[in-house]
């Protein structure tokens, strides 16, 4: 299973970036997938997740910045981040799983977030 994140970089704060996830090694179509990130001496943390059906879950404070959708037919995950803030600043990895038990992660993709 591979997971390849790309489209992160530096960003002025109110800027806009889109992350790109595309996978190989699973049936995409019935994974549920996800963004997480990790800021500088923190934990791991929750962004978004898409339903292998579509349905979408954000972190609170993601909700009306962040959009995460899914193209099966490509087998990618995009995050659009807008209205993008410092402590956004992080690395931000996709996950794809058809069990919570179970996750696969990708190897991150830096978001750097200037004020």
């Known amino acids: 299973v591979q997971l390849q994140a790309s489209g992160g970089g530096l960003v002025q704060a109110g800027g806009s970036l889109r992350l790109s996830c595309i996978a190989s090694?699973?049936?995409?179509?019935?994974?549920?997938m996800g963004w997480y990130r990790q800021a500088p001496g923190k934990s791991r943390e929750f962004v978004a997740d898409i339903s292998y059906s579509g349905s979408t879950n954000y972190a609170d404070s993601m909700k009306g910045r962040f959009t995460i959708s899914r193209d099966n037919a490509k087998k990618m995950v995009y995050l659009q981040m807008n209205s993008l803030k410092p402590e956004d600043t992080g690395v931000y990895y996709c996950?794809?799983?058809?069990?919570?038990?179970?996750?696969?992660w990708g190897q991150g993709t830096q978001v750097t977030v200037s004020s």
């Open positions: 090694g699973i049936i995409f179509s019935l994974n549920n």
């Open positions: 996950a794809a799983w058809v069990t919570v038990m179970k996750k696969y």
